[in-house]
């Protein structure tokens, strides 16, 4: 069901979201110096020691939900300018959509655009000339409370989470818990699992046999084993990024190739092998919500971190669902 985009000034009056104080505390804190901080050597096999990290643009309100497009171009969500942006390698950046608190994004099997739309508390297909369609919106009924990060799986399903993170202040939380989701060609949505309190973002193992959620509030990352069927099992505990207030929570999660994660936390991203090792860490300037792989090889990682799009050449190729799928 396609929807014309919403664009008046009483709409966007009408945007606010719960994680105000925690992305207000990220922003404020005190910039980093940019650090490759090994924990072990392996950790060298993934970045080069001389390996710099590069501005692509700056100047957003809160940057989240990157996806590289093949046509040489970065999606970009800005959750405060409420705006999805195509932003260019020399930090050109030309706006897609205005819509209100955009958040997680990824690209289907057809390289389509999808967004988690945190006010309109549904995952959205957006065209390139900036028009949207709700894809799913309900669950049994009840309305969604904010989708917040999204990921196509081996089977061409669309799975997200849905945390209470960006529900927008002034309306009721419907569904009575925090869950991830699986959502089919057919428009069906299935409860995968209801057991952390603030899901977050997610990512296949390459090998389709394993499935990783953060809990925000938890401060960890939860390994399921994933079954052909789109079913979950065997939840439990991959690694912890503990932190204080401020200092950045587990967010976004991309793997490599290899099987090795790379998750947004306290001071930068969190580099883990498929063993559940902490190999080391990207320091970044400012603290990180989320990342991709980009540029035709792949071998580029950008970073989403508050005002700021930043990008460092990597050692490994990233794995990136729709496109190995298409293969």
């Not at 992305?23 to 650090?35: D, G, I, N, R, T």
Request: charged share 25%; net charge negative; with cysteine.
């Amino acid at each position: 069901m396609g929807r014309d985009n919403l664009r008046t000034t009483a709409w966007f009056a009408a945007i606010f979201f719960t994680c105000t104080s925690e992305a207000s505390a990220q922003a404020k804190h005190p910039p980093h110096e940019f650090e490759l901080r090994a924990e072990s050597p392996a950790f060298w096999k993934l970045v080069r020691h001389d390996a710099k990290l590069e501005t692509v643009a700056s100047g957003f309100g809160f940057t989240e939900g990157p996806v590289w497009d093949k046509a040489g171009f970065l999606y970009v969500s800005d959750e405060e300018i409420n705006k999805i942006y195509r932003v260019y390698p020399d930090g050109h950046k030309e706006e897609l959509i205005a819509l209100g608190d955009p958040d997680g994004s990824t690209l289907d099997r057809q390289l389509r655009l999808l967004d988690c739309a945190s006010v309109l508390r549904a995952i959205i297909r957006i065209s390139p000339n900036g028009q949207y369609t709700v894809l799913a919106d309900h669950f049994e009924g009840k309305r969604f409370n904010s989708p917040n990060d999204v990921v196509v799986g081996p089977d061409g399903a669309i799975y997200f989470t849905d945390p209470t993170l960006d529900l927008p202040q002034g309306e009721a939380q419907e569904i009575p818990f925090q869950g991830v989701y699986r959502l089919d060609e057919k428009g069906e949505v299935r409860l995968l699992t209801k057991d952390l309190t603030q899901p977050n973002g997610l990512a296949f193992s390459p090998d389709g046999k394993r499935f990783y959620v953060d809990d925000s509030q938890q401060r960890n990352i939860r390994v399921y084993d994933f079954s052909p069927d789109g079913t979950l099992k065997n939840g439990r505990i991959f690694g912890e990024e503990p932190g204080g207030k401020g200092q950045g929570v587990p967010d976004g999660v991309k793997v490599d190739r290899k099987g090795n994660l790379l998750v947004t936390g306290p001071g930068g991203i969190w580099v883990w092998d498929k063993q559940g090792r902490h190999l080391g860490t990207i320091v970044v300037p400012t603290q990180p919500a989320n990342l991709t792989w980009g540029d035709k090889d792949y071998r580029t990682l950008y970073i989403t971190a508050t005002t700021t799009v930043y990008k460092i050449r990597m050692e490994v190729r990233g794995f990136v669902p729709y496109l190995e799928q298409r293969r």
